[in-house]
């Protein structure tokens, strides 16, 4: 598994330091890295395993370790991961012409399929949701690849937004989760349910992050606005791979906690439910074939939503099996979405006529997975399908069948809708112009052929998928062992309802399109609502920024100044204790150096000159240094003097470029208001220094500093040694902050002088 990582982390680097020379072949390059998943294929086969782990050290001294497991739900994930990129890259080598920038999107690509297979082999939690964050980032990337196009950035963006949002939910719920369980493993979590608020919190969490993921409603709009991407990216991630992590999430925990939690199948049901009709109905009115079969993939991710959430054996061996049918046939459709549009240069349906004659083999390949999609048999579709609806018969109540029927009947729909509205000639349209020899047209239908023909496959010889479905489902609920699919059930009501379906979308297809239209507009716009929240939030923010930020130094720092009164104060009040006895001085000459002290900082306040006021300043640090004198510290003394030289002199420097007197505000009531501050400031300050210090529970860090400074630092000055050794870095930092202030101050006297003449007023004694 690792060396799988390894490989996308290399095929990585070469794509983006060497792509420039290969031109188009670096995706042919690209292509190794989903090859290479099938080592990990390899190693399951070749061992006596139900699972291969790996975990390598990452933080051994926070427990922090990484952790993978290969089982049978993650073989099928990275199937599709692996196979469908494959085809990605293939189909990627023919849909691009020759341009800059491939290197870049094909070292993007291969990082995606490493997270992907990152996130269904990670067995620690966190581990899950650093893989879940860089597929993210990835997508923002290769949704926002042609970064011309403003579309293409908004859409972009808009995906990270609301993915990022879902991710730092799922962040706070593996934390809570995992707390709450007292290990951050996945398995271990799954083996072990925790209970109580906190994990019913984290749990909605982790949920959250995964509806939004996987494009439940409300979290839907971001997919179809995801389109602006190149066609072979819409593939991959919304088809295949990064949309079905929500559903990965869902299916791991469901058959655990489907039980344990009562609002688990309600909650995730009804969303479900009220994205695949909510899909469905948006497919019908749209007139580009890349939103029509965007929405119809939300849709389909919803049906996904209710089969693994509902949790039991039967429903979760249903919706692996609808994992596997919806990567091959979707993921077929997409890319013959792409291959019409390279040949015609639109995928406006409206404008699209006579394709059927130019693209024979797009026709046949789009009704064989139109079909699959629609449930027809002998295809896989049909198969996963039939099963999926004996189960929801009987393991659900009438209306969520229902409701699945419905939804099943929107997307027989808008699968003719695809189908005629590419292929059909069309009275009063310009057909497609004819493109003989058009060989890059062959390049993407190649990746075409290949997905459909599992389709036909996997509903002709069924067991081959079943295989894989059946180690899917055991790895995820042991009960579901003894399931299979079929091609043929026996009469019953599955069969019953996959005619109804059949029936009511061709009646629906038929539905006078401005009727459908009339009834879709109605609908409320959830990009809308993201829009108006995205103008409001930044409102707010202005309206933040400009209250918090008014350029007004008083207003600063009386921010500042409430809080370092408030905040220690609300503590003195909260665990007050009278002050232990206080000795008001030790000596005469304490009290002559304080004197000294207060005189100079009364002067500060009453002086009208900036020399004056710095000189005062100066005369403060030398009282204190007077102060460590007396009390025995002539090492701090000498520190103390040094600096207020130094800060003297750089003040004189600076003051040379300043008008000689402070400017005088009349303002008798400020003033006094200014005085009222200073002094509550001061007197707090010293109350709480007091306080602070009668309140130690532990030991003085003297003793410990005296008592090591000689065998460990090799010196009998303390503060030396605690300077240099002990705190070496901080007073490297401390020098280099001194470097670039005497850099600032060097830089400030060079200055030219103002030409202008000084006004007399300003000129000093």
Known sequence: MILVFVVHAVVALVCLIGGERLGRRVLLVGAIAPASIAFAFWQLATSDADALTATVSWLPALGLELDFRFDGFSVLMAGLIGVVGVLVFLYSWSYFAERTGLARFAAI???????????????????????????????????????????????????????????????AGVVLLGSAAGTYSLSGV?????????????????????????AQVPFHFWLPGAMAAPTPVSTYLHSATMVKAGIYVVARFAPVFAVLVAWWRPTIVLMGLATMLLGGWRALAQSDLKLLLAHGTVSQLGFMMVLVGWGTPEMTYAGMAMLVAHGLFKGALFMIAGAVEHHA?????????GVARELPWALWMSVVAVAAMAGVPPFLGYATK????????????????????????????YGLRFLWGTFATKPGVAPVPEQHGHRSTVGLLIPVAVLTVGSVIGGVVVGLPDALVAAAARSVDALSSG???ALWHGFGPPVVLSVVALLGGWLLWKWPLPVLRRFTSRTPEATRVYGDSLIGLNRAADRVVSTMQSGSLPVYLSVIVTVAVVAPGVLMVRHWRSL????????PLQMVAVLVVVAAAVAVTLVRRRLAAVLCLGAIGYGVAVLFIIQGAPDLALTQLLVETLALAFFVMVLSRLPLRFEVFPDAGGQAIRVVVASVVGLATMAFALWAASERTAPSLAAEFIARAEPEGGGRNVVNVILTDFRALDTLGEITVLVVAALGALALIRAPMPTEDPDPSEVGT
């Open 580 to 587: 232990p006895e206080i000795a008001f001085a030790e000596s």
């Open 345 to 353: 240069h639109t995928r406006d349906l409206r404008r699209l006529s």
């Open 483 to 485: 399931f299979q699919l």
């Open 109 to 171: 690509l291969v990082v995606f399929a490493g997270s992907m297979f990152g996130i269904v082999t990670a067995d620690n939690l966190l581990l899950l949701v650093v893989f879940w964050e860089l597929t993210s980032i990835t997508s923002y990337l290769l949704i926002g690849f042609q970064d011309d196009s403003a579309i293409a950035r908004a859409s972009a963006l808009q995906a990270l937004l609301v993915t990022t949002i879902g991710g730092l939910a799922m962040l």
């Open 190 to 214: 799954l083996a072990a349910p925790p209970s109580g608020t906190a994990s019913g919190v984290g749990l909605a969490l982790v949920l959250v992050g995964a509806v939004t993921k996987s």
């Open 386 to 413: 039939e099963f999926a609806l004996g189960g929801l018969v009987a393991d659900t109540p009438w209306q969520v069948t229902a409701t699945v029927v419905v939804g099943s009947m929107l997307t027989v729909a």
